[in-house]
Structures are given as C-alpha cells and as structure tokens.
C-alpha cells in the first residue's frame, strides 16, 4: 500500500515539474496577428458593453411604463370603489325613503 501511495505521489511531482518546464519554455513573442485579434477583441467587448447598456436602458423604460400603467390601474379601481360606494349610498337612501313613504302611506 505503501508503495502505491509512493507511486502516486512521485507521478504527480513529475507531472508539475513536466507541466513547469513546458510553460517557461514557450515563446512569448507577439505577433502582428495577436496584436489585431486583441484590438479586434477589444472593438467586441465595447460593442458587448455598448449592447448591454441599450438593453438595460430599454429594460428601465419598460419597467416604469408598466409602472405607470400599474399606477393608473390602482387610481381606476380607487376611482370605481368611490363610485360603487356612492351609488349603494344612494341606492341605500332611495330604499330609506321608499320604506318611509310606505310606513307614512299606510298610517293614513
């Protein structure tokens, strides 16, 4: 068991060491076309954030619209209770009087 543990530990030492040395070695010298892919990357990413800017600013105007019309639709309904209470008021007081005439027909 001992063994297999050694084993183990020795193949992942040499695989560090392996991966250390093919990183250093490797040429870091920028070439014309890295340069254009990078300012070519560049021209995407302000496009993208350019993007995300007019979506987010379309998203803001169509939160408050819904807003507003949320807004409208909460002063309709305040406006339709006023009024339904106002019609049962009077629906109430034409029923008070109609009993009192009745009461005062019907004592004569």
Not at 15 to 37: I, R
Request: glycine share 0%; no cysteine.
């Amino acid at each position: 068991m001992s063994k297999i543990v050694a084993a183990l530990i020795a193949g992942l030492f040499a695989t560090s060491v392996f991966a250390a040395q093919s990183t250093a070695t490797a040429p870091s010298t920028t070439t014309p076309a890295t340069k254009a892919e990078a300012k070519a990357d560049k021209k995407v990413s302000k496009a993208e954030a350019k993007e995300a800017k007019a979506d987010a600013k379309a998203d803001a105007k169509v939160e408050k619209k819904e807003a507003d019309a949320n807004a409208d639709v909460a002063v309709a309904k305040a406006d339709a209770t006023k009024k339904k209470a106002k019609a049962h008021k009077k629906s109430e007081k034409a029923k008070a009087d109609a009993s009192a005439d009745m009461k005062t027909d019907a004592a004569k």
